[in-house]
C-alpha cells in the first residue's frame, strides 16, 4: 500500500508561518492529484487545496492569499505553505492523494496537528 506521512504541524501564534510536508513512498507522477484536507473538532473534514499532476491548484475560499500548495517530484513530496495563520485553522491536517490509474483509490496520510493561538 501505498503509505503518505505529514509532518511540520506545530503550535503558532495568529499571524504565524508554517509548511507542513507529505511525504510519499511511492513517485508523486503516479498521482493524479493531491491534496491537503483538514478537519477540526466537531466539524466536518475540508478540502484545503489540491494540485494536478499538471500543476494546476485549485483552494478553499477560507485559505486563498494566505495558503500555497505545491509538490516537489524529485523528494516525492507534496508541501502546503500556511501563512498569516488565523485561530480558526487550527485543525488536524490530512494529506490525500488519487491514483493515477485508477481515480477510485485514494490514500490518506494519519494528519498533522496545526494551532493556531489567538
Known amino acids: 500500500q501505498v503509505q503518505l506521512v505529514e509532518s511540520g504541524g506545530g503550535l503558532v501564534q495568529a499571524g504565524g508561518s508554517l509548511r507542513l510536508s507529505c511525504g510519499a513512498s511511492?513517485?508523486?507522477?503516479?498521482?493524479?492529484?493531491m491534496g491537503w484536507y483538514r478537519q477540526a473538532p466537531g466539524k466536518q473534514r475540508e478540502l484545503v487545496a489540491t494540485?494536478?499532476?499538471?500543476?494546476?491548484?485549485n483552494y478553499a475560499d477560507s485559505v486563498k492569499g494566505r495558503f500555497t500548495i505545491s509538490r516537489d517530484n524529485t523528494k516525492n513530496t507534496l508541501y502546503l505553505q500556511m501563512n498569516s495563520l488565523k485561530p480558526e485553522d487550527t485543525a488536524v491536517y490530512s494529506c490525500?492523494?488519487?491514483?493515477?490509474?485508477?481515480?477510485?483509490?485514494?490514500?490518506w496520510g494519519q494528519g498533522t496537528q496545526v494551532s493556531v493561538s489567538s
Open positions: 494540485i494536478t499532476t499538471g500543476g494546476r491548484t
Open positions: 511511492r513517485s508523486t507522477n503516479s498521482f493524479v492529484a
Open positions: 490525500n492523494a488519487i491514483d493515477l490509474w485508477n481515480a477510485n483509490v485514494a490514500y
